[in-house]
Nanobody, 119 residues
Framework: QVYMVQSGGGTVEAGGSLTLSCEVS????????FAWFHQAPGKEREAIAT???????DYEDSVKGRFTISRDNAKNTLYLQMDRLKPEDSGMYYC?????????????WGQGTQVTVSS
């Protein structure tokens, strides 16, 4: 069992930055795929950033160059650094983990955190 507890989020003006955190426990190694998902109001949840067990990262086109997924092994924490935020980035954000990045849906989820970007 993998447990994921999120923190961060909130309200920021367009162009600003936020960092989301996701503390991970219950996994003995970081040999998992970790991801951040975004769910805009009225839309389906979609993966926007993934970090595979070998360190390979991938980003959805709309966030490429603005968001960065990273992890701190010593703190057992996954991060999403969000820069140059846009109003369309508003919504719920979820961290997730699974043994493979191609699994759909992911098995383990954080509780979600709200991000609001004002124009």
């Amino acid at each position: 069992q993998v447990y994921m507890v999120q923190s961060g989020g909130g309200t920021v003006e367009a162009g600003g930055s936020l960092t989301l955190s996701c503390e991970v426990s219950g996994v003995r190694t970081w040999a998992y795929c970790f991801a951040w998902f975004h769910q805009a109001p009225g839309k389906e949840r979609e993966a926007i950033a993934t970090r595979d067990s070998d360190g390979t990262t991938d980003y959805e086109d709309s966030v490429k160059g603005r968001f960065t997924i990273s992890r701190d092994n010593a703190k057992n924490t996954l991060y999403l650094q969000m820069d140059r935020l846009k109003p369309e980035d508003s919504g719920m954000y979820y961290c997730a983990a699974d043994q493979s990045c191609i699994n759909d849906p992911f098995t383990y989820w954080g509780q979600g955190t709200q991000v609001t970007v004002s124009s």
